[in-house]
């Protein structure tokens, strides 16, 4: 296991144990749209990524970093890996923040971002791969786990529920940044598994002929 990995996982659980322990310290580094554009507070573009809102949701993106993450070393390296994870919690922040820049009080927080990011790129490599969820004992292929992700995030998106706590834009810009990454830095792998990659990528497709076409958010 990387030393590389092995940091980010403690550095996200100690910092967000300490947030939920000094709730002043979470509110000032949390993602808040107001806070960002209004006070240019822009550290809780990466802040925001060590903050959890209780421990499930830290032991789950943890423990999908941990599982995914050596693919994406074994492929790009250590320094590939940072541009990845750092790179998916930023433009995944940014693209709420470009959604969200007329509701100041938009907050999220996460690593979901860069989870997503580190999952995609390696279903980018490896769009094959079998991918498990607990008590499902089927592993399901990468690229159609993909297509259901993207699918699901948009569409939650696109009709958002009351009930819904869930930051499905900066998921879903953190997953397209992992999967560019990947394109463009491999793209004779990227050749070769185009079908599978532009199946996976066809809600992508819709959603940003919604946001930049159509421009139905904002």
Known sequence: MNSILLI???????FSYYGWQNPPIFEKYKFNVGAILRNKEYVRLVSAGFLHADPT??????LTLYFFGPVVLQFFGPLGFIVVYFGSIILGNLF???LY???????AIGASGGVSGILFAAIGMIPTMSIYFFFIPIGIPGFIFGFGYFAYSVYSMLKPRANDNIGHAAHLGGAAFGLVYTILLQPES???NILFLGIMALPLLYLAYVVFVQKKIN
């Open 8 to 14: 980010i996982i403690a550095a996200t659980a100690i």
């Open 57 to 62: 949701h830290l032991i789950f993106n943890m």
């Open 101 to 107: 820049k007329h509701q100041a009080w938009y907050s």
């Open 96 to 98: 709420s923040l470009y």
């Open 190 to 192: 990227a050749q070769e």
